[in-house]
Structure formats: C-alpha cells, structure tokens
C-alpha cells in the first residue's frame, strides 16, 4: 500500500523542527529516535514521519496494482492488466490487454478460478473501488472472508434480490427444509447497476465484530453503508452471521479480505482502503466552571467568579444555571490513543464554542495534530439565546479512527424534514430546475419518468438531453418544502451528458468547433407534443430547420432510444451524439463513451453516415451528418 502525508503533517513537523531539538521516542533506540538539524528538511520530516506512523493512518490507501504481490497466492486466473473490455452482448467475455494498475480474473477450463485472499487483514474499514462485469458473469466481495457483498450482472433487473448486484449475501441452513435453507439476505435498495463492460464504483463502510478480552463476541458486524454508482442501496444492516459461502463460520476480529475468483470474469482498479483500528481518545481529569451572563466571546477569566465550579465524568450542559444565559469552560486532558491529525466538530444549542488544545482554537470545527498521551484542553459552552435549549455536541475524527462522539449530549443531525418524492408509476412529466455537476443551472428543464424505472431530463434552452437514471424518479423536496428553490434531483444512478450544448450543430468542416451557446443559429424551442400514452416529443427550430426529438424508453430498461427528424434540413448539419473524456467503438456502430460510463448504439441507417470521433478542446466528441433522421440507443 503506498504511504501519503499530508501538508498539515509537514508543516507541524517544520515547526518542531525549528526547535533545533532532538526527538525521543519512548521505546525505541537513540539511533533510530533522533533526527537532529541541520540535517536536509525532507529527511528529517520522512524520519519523523515513519516513526510516528502518520502515512499510514492518516491517508486512505491504495493497493498496488502493479503486482500480484499485495494477494496471497493468487491462482492462475488472476493477472495484472493495463485496460480492459467485455462485450455488451457476448457471454462471459472479458478481454485484457498488457500493462499494470487493474486486477483481472478470466477463470476457464485451462486455468479454474481461485477465490484472491489480500496479503493484509483488516476489521473495521471503508472499502472503495471500480469493478467491471462480464455479461452474465458473478463474483463477490467478502469482507474479512466471511460476509459477502454481490458482483452480478444484474444490467435491466427491475426487482433486485439479495443475490443481484449489490445485494448482502444470503446466510444458510441446510437443516432447514427446502425453499428455507437461505435466510438475512438483504436486497439492495434499487438496482444501481451499469451494463456489463462498464465501470461500476463501489463504496462499502464496514464495522467489523467486537469481543471482550475473553473472545466473546459482544457486538455484531454491521454494514454502515454501501453505495453503489453513487446509489446508497444499504444503511446500517446488522450482519448477525457470515453469509453463505464463508471461509469459516468463526467470526474474528481481523481477517483477510477475499474476491471471489471461480464465478466468471471480472476486473477491478482504484482499490482503496482506510482502516479504522484505533481507539478512541478518552476525556480525564474533567472540571468545569459556570459564568452566569450573556458572553459573545472569550472573557478574561481572571477577573470572573464563577457560579459554580466542579468535576465531572463526561462533557455535559447538565450544570444547573441559574439564568438561561450563561458561560460553561471545561478544562481537562484528552488521552489520544493514536498521534496524527484530528478533527473536532461542535455543536452549541442557542450560541456558541471553542476548543483550546495544543496551542490551537478551534471555533465550531477545525484540525489539529496531536501527539500520542495525554494533552490538555480548554473547552467554552457560550448560551447566549435565552429560549434555546442547552446542548453542547463535541465529536472528534483522526487517524484510524471514526468520528465518535465525546460529549454527554449528540451531535445535532440538523433539521430533518420529511422527503417529498414524485414516483412514475406512469409516464410522468414534471418541470423544474435542474443542478449538474460542473455546469450551470439548468432552468428549462423537463424531467420525464417511466415506469420501466429509466428516467431523463431534457434541457428546452439547448434541445439535448442532459441526463439519464435508473431507479426512482425525483426528489422535489428543494422545490416544494417551504419556500423552496425551483430544483428537483434525481432519486436513482445517474449518468450525466456533460455541460449542455447544442445536440446539432453547422459545422463547414468536421473540424469546426462546436458551438457553445446558441448565437447565430436562430434556435427557438416550440415546446413538446404528448402521444397517446403521455410520452413528450420535443420540437425546435434551429438554422430555419424544424426538429421533432422524441426519446422513449426501451422496454426492457436497459436504456433509452432517440430519433431525430427533420423538416427540410439545412446544409452542413451534425448531430452531436456524445462527448467525454475518451470515446472507444467496440465493434460496428457500438461506442463506449468517458472511460466505459456508457454506450452508444447507432442503427443500421445511422452505421452508413460515417461516424466521426475527433478531438474539441480536449475532449473526444462523437458526431454524425444529420440528414432527415437519425436513430441511436444509449445503454448504461
């Protein structure tokens, strides 16, 4: 796994530096615990930096795909690649070519899979990564080689199961009777799955066993989360056992974690860890002082008599004042389990708090680093609304460690309203804003559902199609909660078009730039047509020629296809079919666009237009002669 430090590490360690003092570390030998200047600056800050361990806990690491070396024993099937490709339509093909940085599994008679065990063991993490199906093809993640988390090609499956894409694995019994055997499998939400021979990205956070000193198992694994193409399609599942297929029925604290290799092709890249194995920082040696009084900032405290002062077991507003304004300061020592960088947050009810530590405030939030021990801090509670409840929530985040809380009261979750969603249980249209990520706000925006659960948004201003998604179709909390602000957002995985242009262009040659707005086209948007079951068909005006755009849904959900017709169409027309960062024709008429996010299929009157793949202003685009009509399917 590589090692990365952070800035904020170099420049505390600048700082102590410029001390011109040697560095002791308890337990270790003197040669290998001083790093004395004048030595060069980024020699001392490696050997600082190693010892006390900060690349490896303060950055989420990456596994070497260079080698096979980071797995134990990894079988035949297994290899390392540079690229990868699997046939949309071919069965179980998954094609790899030389290089290094993604994980190729191709089982067959010549070489049966093996399942991949890492060279590492882990407890609780958060996992993350790219993964690639073969059409047809299964594998799966087991954490810690125990509970496994589906890889399937579930491309176009309304109703996912536990064993679909994503799904938690299903336990098993063979004593129970037939049709019983498998029992807490936990379905995925909705079916976020791209087609086979797309990237998929994964993020699992995972919170392993717990046992007391004796071995007992005193708390269950659980899933925090997992989401999958950006989809959350698990939260807080409690794993009260290994699921089927597990290495062993004993549950551990740590444990390698383990790909399932004898299932079908697959390939994963940008596999990342981060590792959760520290403690949690304790508070000691608490006391507290109350300041009756309405305090906007820190006062001279020596010139204060506090109301009452004391000693306490946990940070609490639990300090009975006498006035509903007042001032709390806390004064104690953290024992921080783990040297490196922390974060705090704070949460004050009806005013306001600092931290003090380690020659640091913090107001609200903030970092620090803090060595390994015991370090003191000052903590201030300012209530200065006098109707506001007493509340004061300090959390703390850092190396190895999840963000646990440290004071008596929670963190306050935020206001929390109830979601208000549009379900398309049929052809559903509705108008909004609509955000995308990297672009401007699109304000003629129609967003149309279906129920083969594949949806689109549509911009009026460009005549394009900007996104499309399966799953759920809208949240329009932002636009009807309260006063809102117009904007909808789209409730399953989404695949977005890039910033909005002109879907057709007047190009004098095929290597014109493509317009960027629509001066000098005389582009007028004429509103959409609904036929007979509630399906829009958009129509425009663009270069004194009259479009009629009709996207429908394919009815086997795998994606959506578009025609584009023309009445007496102008000279020199193309349509932009795609753009994005690189664009692949994988076999006639068949492109996969922005490194494999999803496909463009042309029919066979569009195959004989001579596509064009050029490069515009650094990124490849995707265009065609646009003539009377044009045909393509997009497939995600």
Known sequence: MKMRIPIEVFRWLKT?????????????????????????????????????????????????????????????SWHIAGNVKAGLFKERELQSEPGEGVLVNLPGKKQPGKDLFTQWEHGSMDLELDYMMAKNSNSGIYLQGRYEIQLLDSWGVKQPRSGD?????????????????????????????????????????????????????????????IQLNGVTIHEDVELFGPTRGAVSSKEVAQAPLRIQGDHGPVAFKNIRVRHYNTSRPQVEGLSYSLYKGKFDSTPDFTSLQPESKGNMTAISTQVNPTSKEFLVRYTGTLNVKKAGEYHFRMDASGGWSTLKIKENTLKGSGKVILPLGKV??????????????????????????????????????????????????????????????????????????????VHYTYDLDKGMLVQVWRGGFLNTTPM????????SRPLGMVQHFGKPALTLGKLSS???????????????????????????????????????????VLNNGQGIQRQLIAQHPADQLYARLASGSNIEEVEKGLYVI???????????????????????????????????????????
């Open 16 to 76: 102590f530096l410029s001390h011109r003092v040697p560095l002791r570390i308890a337990g270790a030998s003197s040669k290998k615990s001083n790093c004395y200047p004048p030595v060069s600056t980024f020699k001392a800050l490696l050997c600082i930096a190693y010892m006390l361990g900060f690349g490896s806990v303060l950055a989420q690491e990456a596994v070497s795909l260079k080698d096979l070396s980071a797995f134990n024993q990894a079988g035949s």
């Open 165 to 225: 894409n994503g799904g938690i694995y299903e336990r098993w019994d063979d004593s129970k009777p037939q049709g019983q055997k498998g029992y807490q499998g936990y379905a995925p939400r909705q079916n976020a799955s791209r087609a086979p021979g797309l990237w998929q990205h994964l993020k699992i956070s995972f919170q392993a066993p717990r046992f007391d000193a004796s071995g007992n198992k005193i708390e269950n694994a659980r899933i925090l989360y």
């Open 376 to 453: 003191a801090f000052e903590l201030l509670y300012s209530k200065k609304t006098d109707w506001a409840s007493a509340s004061l929530g300090v959390a703390v985040s850092g190396p190895g460690l999840r963000e646990v809380v440290l004071s008596q009261d929670p963190m306050n979750p935020g206001r929390q309203v109830d979601p208000i969603l549009v379900h398309a249980r049929e052809n559903t249209i509705l108008r909004s804003f609509m955000d995308l990520p990297g672009s401007p706000r699109v304000v003629h925006a129609v967003s149309v559902g279906s129920p083969e659960q």
């Open 480 to 487: 009807w909660h309260s006063r809102g602000d117009g904007s």
């Open 510 to 552: 095929t290597q014109s730039q493509w317009a960027t707005d629509t001066t000098g086209t005389s582009y007028v948007p004429k509103g959409y047509i609904l036929d007979a079951q509630g399906q829009p068909t958009f129509t425009y005006l663009i270069y004194n020629t009259r479009v009629r755009d009709a996207i429908r």
């Open 594 to 636: 922005d490194n494999k996010s999803y496909y463009v299929q042309l029919d066979a009157a569009a195959k004989k237009l001579k596509p064009i793949i050029r490069d515009n202003n650094g990124q490849k685009e995707l265009i065609v002669p646009f003539q009377n009509q044009l045909n393509y399917h997009i497939l995600f």
